[in-house]
């Protein structure tokens, strides 16, 4: 097994905010890689319960590992990945160890759907795969790692963490530390209490991210089992909360059968990949349902949400999904402004982005379309209240509300103030904001003139606004001596001036949006450049090469990764834009649609096996071999790929 086996990860997601996540090679690269994370406030109060575990076979060949764990200050031990022999992630994480002497052992790893709990078994198969050809009973020995930390910090030895378990038939339930989840675990084995730290586990990925990156595990003992042709291991964890308290009453190779089979069928109605990959960012909060942003460090946030959710719920017909969330946020309007966070610990909420709120007004008129499509009913009482918070929202922008947000006399947006961040483009380190874009941005003149537009289907009573604004937007963005738009007009206030960087948020007057803003010869030399300066085949650069503070690398420390985040680094979500203006420019023709699905969406889907496995990374390198980097999993990178699959390139669908 190589070391790049380790740079592909898996994601087992539980529908509540928790989840469990690991690498190919099986060595735990990140602080956030674990067999049982929970959620004890779906989808927030993330907890790392089981971080991991080692596992050994004893044959009549002797005692060898299935597993291996990196330690400080950089050694691999045990040897288990040496005998690794494949990987499998489909329809779950599958490790296939060989064993000496002839053989394999088995390991298999999924989480239920709706409840913190994390299914690991292991089985003895012969050389052909079909059952054990050893006449001797192989034994198993598992030790598991457990911290009882928040996701985001490390956990090391001291001297308040609880070894000692409460057994219950076939489960044994520690309580670590109070005020944390306990956990609880069934198995068809025999437990044996060992008390012992491991101390410093080394985490590579944090390494490389300039963080902390090692941390000490408390193991509580060794689960033992006997593994025969007709007989696997079976150990279930659960989060003793909720759904999770219920092992006790289970008998564990019948839980085992039933979770598999029903997670089997349910992974099995998925058309592809891609659809099964949106599951897992559609998750609980409250008693609604919201959209996780992206795995491992992501929750909710406002600008995602309405981004990732044309793709991820009205692509795939999940229309109830959509309804449900835009309902949710609809009742969260302050000042014309939707939150952009909510934040983890129950604190206040968020208003720090002049595009969120926007983007809520397009994917409602996107929801109501497509329920008119579809000739599903909305209920008049949803439908006012959707409208409301469209009036409000516009209503608040144009009497202005906060960070200098505000309509201008030319019908435009102005938004921002010095030391804040607006705009998706939002990387802020300390007091330094990277691309602050105060003034007016193109992007948020498409979607502020796309919100009129859409706000007029409701009311006339904006429309000498939105006409004003077209003519401004037409007067003010276009570069003739370059051929393309203004990335911002009015930059820092300074009235009459404008910011020339060629950046991708031009992209969105074509295509990405319901109006088009930008059609014609016009359309089309913004296309063209777009692709020759921006495109890759995972996504568009955030700016191009030669411009000033290009970066072609989204490396080192914080303050370096942060610095490049906007300045070149390559966004796969923005793939969905171009493609979209391209077929766009092209007519939007059925042979435009064809000919785009093979030249840009699918080297995009080659990347299912590049980084997170069967998902989309939230960025990548501006140059090559553009190396994925940020969150392996990332909501509006499947929503635009599923958007541009189902929907733009459907050379089925009628024109535009």
Known sequence: MSEPRSRLEWLEADGLGGFASGTASG?????????????RRPPGERFVLVNGFDAAVTTANGTVALSSQRYAPDAIHPDGVARLESFEAEPWPRYTYRLPGGGAVIQEIFVRRGAPQTAISWRIVDEAGTGAARPETVRLEVRPFLSGRDYHALHHENPAFRFAGERHGATIRWRPYDGVPGVVALSNGAF???????????YEEERARGLDFTEDLASPGVFRFELTARREA????AADAGDGGDLAASDPDDLLRRLRQAERARRQRFPSRLHRAAEDYLVKRGEGTTIIAGYPWFLDWGRDTFIALRGLCLATGRL?????ILLEWAGTVSQGMLPNRFPDKGEGLEFNSVDASLWYIVAVHDYLRAAETTGRRVAASERRALQRAVESILDGYARGTRYGIRLDDDGLLFAGEPGVQLTWMDAKVGDWVVTPRTGKPVEVQVLWLNALWIGSQFSRARDAILE????SFAARFWNEPDGCLHDVVDPGGRRGEADRSF?????????????????????RRVVDQVETRLLTPVGLRSLAPGEAG?????TGGVRERDGSYHQGTVWPWLLGPFVEAWVRARGDAPAA??????????????HLDDAGLGQISEIADAEPPYAPRGCPFQAWSVGEALRLSESVLDEKRPRS
């Open 192 to 202: 044996d209490g060992q008390p012992q730290w491991y101390r410093d586990f080394l």
């Open 27 to 39: 060595i735990r690269t990140r602080r956030y890689h674990a067999l049982l994370l929970a959620a």
């Open 468 to 471: 004003r604004g077209r003519a």
């Open 503 to 523: 950046r991708p948020n031009q992209i969105f007057a074509i295509g990405g949006l319901p109006l088009q803003l930008l059609d014609g010869e016009r359309a």
């Open 234 to 237: 079976v150990l279930i964890l």
């Open 550 to 554: 290009y970066a072609p690398r989204y």
């Open 320 to 324: 109830a999904e959509a309804r449900d």
């Open 593 to 606: 649609r064809r000919e785009a699905r093979q030249r840009f969406l699918a080297p995009l889907l080659a």
